[in-house]
């Protein structure tokens, strides 16, 4: 029987590379895991797909969820709501499988709280110029937004003595391989190895 998969939560600023790490993650063949599709409240940029970049619902869809319980987590983020819908992180994990979120800060802080096993990781800029480039070569936010989102950068950057690991994405492959360094040696720690042997004795 396998053991219980590991929660893996990924947050950085605005503009980092965390989405592009991400697929990275997901392309690699290192090992199964699945990144949990997020809801939200923000309209969809072009290109993206509902069911597979987010599940954009309606601000009352999403307080219903909230209403029934359904969110792992959320948080406001720019006027709009962001969330994790719970049963599918609660039922990968179950199945054995490690699951991988992709939020900002506060709803971080609150998987904290109601996972403390999880594995909490702080994706990087080498520097705040490369941030800003960043933003700005992706070309989706005009000069204010730009302006706004490195102020929220700064705040957010603050927020990293909350997170277990903090990984610089300088180019994306070492990105990529220092997270999964990371992954393996958590599967590795003595507590989370000891719950396998007694699920394979019976206990
Ligand atoms: N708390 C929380 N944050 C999320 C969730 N999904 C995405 N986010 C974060 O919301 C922020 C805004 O996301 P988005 O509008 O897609 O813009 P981005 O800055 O280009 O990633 C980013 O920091 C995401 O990581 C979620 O389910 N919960
Ligand atoms: N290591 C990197 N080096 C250079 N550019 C990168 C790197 N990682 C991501 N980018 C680019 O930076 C921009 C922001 O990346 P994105 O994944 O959208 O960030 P986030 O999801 O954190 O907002 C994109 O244009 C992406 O191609």
Do not use: W
């Not at 590991?6 to 790490?21: A, D, E, N």
């Not at 869809?61 to 959320?74: K, S, V």
């Not at 933003?135 to 989706?140: E, N, P, S």
């Not at 492959?173 to 394979?200: C, F, G, T, W």
Request: some cysteine.
């Amino acid at each position: 029987m396998s053991n219980r998969g590991m929660l893996i939560v990924l947050s950085g600023p605005s503009g980092v590379g965390k989405g592009t790490v991400r697929q990275a993650m997901l392309e690699d063949e290192f090992r199964d895991f699945h990144y949990s599709v997020s809801m939200t409240t923000r309209k969809p940029r072009p290109g993206e797909q509902d069911g597979v970049d987010y599940y954009f619902v309606s601000r009352e869809e999403f307080e219903q969820e909230i209403a029934n319980d359904g969110m792992l987590e959320y948080a406001q983020y720019v006027d709009n709501y962001y969330g994790t819908p719970m049963k599918y992180v609660n039922q990968t994990l179950d199945s054995g499988r490690d699951v991988l979120l992709e939020i900002e800060v506060q709803g971080a802080m609150q998987v904290r709280e109601n996972c403390p096993d999880g594995v909490f990781i702080f994706l990087t800029p080498p520097d705040l110029l490369e941030l800003r480039n960043r933003i700005q070569r992706r070309g989706t936010d005009d000069q204010a937004t730009i302006d706004k989102r490195m102020q929220k950068a700064a705040d957010e950057i603050k927020m990293m003595e909350n997170y277990d690991y903090a990984v610089v994405n300088d180019e994306i492959p070492n990105a990529v391989q220092r997270i999964e360094k990371i992954i393996e040696s958590e599967h590795l720690r003595v507590p989370r190895v000891i719950d396998q042997y007694k699920k394979m004795i019976g206990e």
